[in-house]
């Protein structure tokens, strides 16, 4: 991967200086479109629950429109989405998404030290910006 980005340090990120090199109308667009799709899945399994032990909600993030929206993007979709998973405290279905988007258009996996996927967007992060600063 090996991506310079001038934002990202091994100590922390440049808020600002990412916030300047940022498309904030993809940032935008990528928020509503995921954020629209969480809120789907969420109504689907406050309807039904049972959907969330089978597995559904994946099925559902693969399968939507609004997510291949995203993906669709390509490059244009990568800061805004490493952004948003950077800012959030929570680490929920929203930033799973998120974090899934970024694998997805990275083109490479993501395992942690026991060489597991990773399970959660901050754990995700965490792997993503070693392989920013090329440490892995």
Same mark, same amino acid.
């Given at each position: ?71 669709d993007m ?15 405290e929570k680490?929920?279905?929203?930033? #799973?998404?998120? @974090?899934?988007?970024?694998? +997805? !258009?990275?083109? $490479?996996?993501? %395992?942690? =030290?026991?060489?597991?996927? #990773?399970?959660? @967007?901050?754990?995700?992060? +965490? !792997?993503?910006? $070693?392989?920013? %600063?090329? =440490?892995?």
């Amino acid at each position: 991967m090996k991506t310079q980005w001038t934002e990202i340090s091994v100590n922390d990120v440049n808020e600002e200086l990412f916030l300047k090199n940022m498309d904030i109308e993809a940032l935008t667009f990528i928020a509503e479109e995921l954020q629209t799709l969480a809120n789907q899945i969420t109504e689907k399994q406050r309807k039904d629950p049972d959907s969330i032990l089978r597995g559904d909600w994946i099925h559902d993030i693969a399968e939507s429109e609004h997510y291949q929206n995203v993906i669709d993007m390509g490059n244009r979709a990568v800061k805004p989405l490493y952004y948003i998973v950077y800012k959030s405290e929570k680490t929920g279905l929203y930033e #799973w998404m998120c @974090s899934l988007a970024l694998e +997805k !258009l990275s083109k $490479e996996e993501f %395992l942690n =030290e026991d060489g597991m996927k #990773w399970a959660t @967007s901050k754990e995700f992060l +965490k !792997l993503y910006t $070693e392989k920013i %600063l090329g =440490e892995n």
